[in-house]
């Protein structure tokens, strides 16, 4: 019933922005703690940064310092500035949100279905 929608991918030069955006949809649900990930061509998909609902912030060490992640609870949204981007960069991200839903016990983990970020040199 949840899901999650990345955009704001694209094309972009070496040392180049863009602002990610992930939109949760669906009803009778609460988001926990989101998160950011990313996966390039034949390797595996590793963390990126997360946030929690108070707007704690982490971040992988290769990352920090040019990548940010914000949140607005209400409306179920999470962003992810990329500045000063790099050929390494270049990677499917991925939107991950820990969900409860108020009929179900516990939560769950959504993805999104990704968007691409390619970093020309």
């Known amino acids: 019933q949840v899901q999650l929608v990345e955009s704001g991918g694209g094309l972009v030069r070496a040392g180049g922005s863009l602002r990610l955006s992930c939109v949760a949809s669906g009803s009778a649900f609460s988001i926990e703690d989101m998160g950011w990930y990313r996966q390039a061509p034949g390797k595996q998909r590793e963390l990126v940064g997360s946030?929690?609902?108070?707007?704690?912030?982490h971040y992988a060490g290769n990352v920090e310092g040019r990548f940010s992640i914000s949140r607005n609870n209400a409306k179920n949204t999470i962003h992810l500035d990329v500045n000063n981007l790099r050929p390494a960069d270049t990677a499917v991200y991925y939107c991950r949100a820990f969900v409860v839903e108020t009929t179900s016990i516990g939560g769950k983990v959504h993805w999104g279905k990704g968007t691409l970020v390619t970093v020309s040199s």
């Open positions: 946030i929690t609902t108070t707007h704690d912030a």
